[in-house]
């Protein structure tokens, strides 16, 4: 697929931004250099490759799942700039 500068203005246009006199011209060939690298990919035969999630494996250390009840109410309360009855307290903001 080719971009051509009508379709950078239009484009453009769409996205309300305001570009310089011979800008579109510049992107244009800018998009279609980008547009060309995915063709490139495209192209490349991936079967028999397995997906991958990232490029450097990470394994995450596994717990067990312990049910507690938090017992750090005071803890966070201290760091709230308002607290009223073991709860935030925050403005009303709806009357």
């Known amino acids: 697929m080719a971009v051509d500068a009508a379709m950078v203005e239009r484009v453009a246009r769409l996205a309300r931004l305001r570009l310089a006199p011979g800008e579109a011209a510049h992107l244009e060939s800018e998009i279609n250099g980008i547009l060309g690298w995915i ?32 017992g750090i109410r005071d803890e966070v309360l201290a760091n709230a700039p308002q607290a009223e009855h073991g709860f935030f307290a925050v403005p ?4």
Do not use: F, S, W, Y
């Open 92 to 95: 009303k903001v709806i009357e």
């Open 39 to 70: 063709e490139q990919l495209q192209q490349v035969d991936t079967d028999g490759v397995a997906p991958m999630t990232a490029v450097i494996p990470n394994h995450l250390r596994l717990r067990e799942d312990n049910v507690t009840d938090g």
